[in-house]
């Protein structure tokens, strides 16, 4: 069984920053792209950032220049570094990833999700 576990949420004040990471744990054959998506009260989930196999990545345009995702193929891991944070980034970050726990099968997985919230 493939778990996804995310942690680094949390309260910071306008301007801060925080780090969050994600990591598969479980039986894993391939871990193929991983993102984070985010969703605040009344909003839809939307996508906030992407990073490929290859370590390609695609960002939402509200975060570009202030958010940098990255992954550690070794560790299974995804990160998001986030920077200059707006009270409009607060909402429930999820993370987001397609795996293959065996040979011929491709599931997407989800973690339950951490809470940022940015207020002063």
């Known amino acids: 069984q493939v778990q996804l576990v995310e942690s680094g949420g949390g309260l910071v004040q306008p301007g801060g920053s925080l780090r969050l990471s994600c990591a598969a744990t479980g039986s894993i054959f391939a871990i193929y792209s991983m993102r984070w998506y985010r969703q605040s009260p009344g909003k839809q989930r939307e996508l906030v950032a992407g990073?490929?196999?290859?370590?390609?990545?695609n960002y939402a345009d509200s975060v570009k220049g202030r958010f940098t995702v990255s992954r550690d193929n070794g560790k299974s891991t995804v990160y998001l570094e986030m920077n200059s944070l707006k009270p409009e980034d607060t909402a429930v970050y999820y993370c987001?990833?397609?795996?293959?726990?065996?040979?011929?099968?491709?599931?997407?997985?989800w973690g339950l999700g951490t809470r940022v919230t940015v207020s002063s």
């Open positions: 990073v490929g196999e290859s370590g390609s990545t």
């Open positions: 987001n990833a397609d795996v293959s726990p065996r040979l011929g099968l491709r599931i997407d997985y």
